[in-house]
T-cell receptor
Framework: GENVEQHPSTLSVQEGDSAVIKCTYS??????FPWYKQELGKRPQLIID?????GEKKDQRIAVTLNKTAKHFSLHITETQPEDSAVYFC???????????FGQGTILTVHP | DTGVSQDPRHKITKRGQNVTFRCDPI?????LYWYRQTLGQGPEFLTY????????KSRLLSDRFSAERPKGSFSTLEIQRTEQGDSAMYLC????????????FGEGSRLTVL
């Protein structure tokens, strides 16, 4: 099965700083690379995703970059705000779409 | 704001009892997924349906677990003879697109086994 690791497990930044979370995976057949955000007591919500034919995707303050050769992809958040504080999960997926393998999560804290 | 409804939202039960959770997915999607999330961990895939057919089951789904989707609409997840290790959030999800892996999760059903 897919092995997924996220780093760091916790990340603390000051408001306005950038945050980067890296996800490594093992299955070379993975072709879909999403990031989910989960606030305390809430459901996981998709914030950005990328497919294996694209190297980078940006949506306002968030971006995802993919390195398929090295089997890792990263979440980049610029100009962080306190409301960005949450747990972020990567969840690569391969041939069985909708079957995601989640990382262990990164707790992001943005201090005002 | 969710298009996926789950019931009950919270369930406290004693070890050995049976529990059942219900999921009403986004109506136009023929796929439905169940995940489990324990405290401090990411969600783990349990099983999924295409219409009424259960197409894949994780090894996490022991014989005490059974899931159904009788008419290809709502789904139920039953846990028999609950154990303390079953305490978790049980999440149901619908795909957001017709040919993508994007999932829209419900708010989940939190199970506490005493």
């Amino acid at each position: 099965g897919e092995n997924v690791e996220q780093h760091p497990s916790t990340l603390s930044v000051q408001e306005g700083d950038s945050a980067v979370i890296k996800c490594t995976y093992s299955d070379s057949a993975s072709n879909y690379f999403p990031w989910y955000k989960q606030e305390l007591g809430k459901r996981p919500q998709l914030i950005i995703d990328i497919r294996s034919n694209v190297g980078e995707k940006k949506d306002q303050r968030i971006a995802v970059t993919l390195n398929k050769t090295a089997k890792h992809f990263s979440l980049h958040i610029t100009e962080t705000q306190p409301e960005d504080s949450a747990v972020y999960f990567c969840a690569p997926s391969g041939t069985s779409y909708g079957k995601l393998t989640f990382g262990q999560g990164t707790i992001l804290t943005v201090h005002p | 704001d969710t298009g996926v409804s789950q019931d009950p939202r919270h369930k406290i039960t004693k070890r050995g009892q049976n529990v059942t959770f219900r999921c009403d997915p986004i109506s136009e999607h023929n796929r439905l997924y169940w995940y489990r999330q324990t405290l401090g961990q990411g969600p783990e895939f349990l099983t999924y349906f295409q219409n009424e057919a259960q197409l894949e089951k994780s090894r996490l789904l022991s014989d005490r677990f059974s899931a159904e989707r009788p008419k290809g609409s709502f789904s139920t997840l039953e846990i028999q003879r609950t154990e303390q290790g079953d305490s978790a959030m049980y999440l149901c999800a619908s795909p957001m697109g017709s040919a993508t892996g994007e999932l829209f999760f419900g708010e989940g059903s939190r199970l506490t086994v005493l």
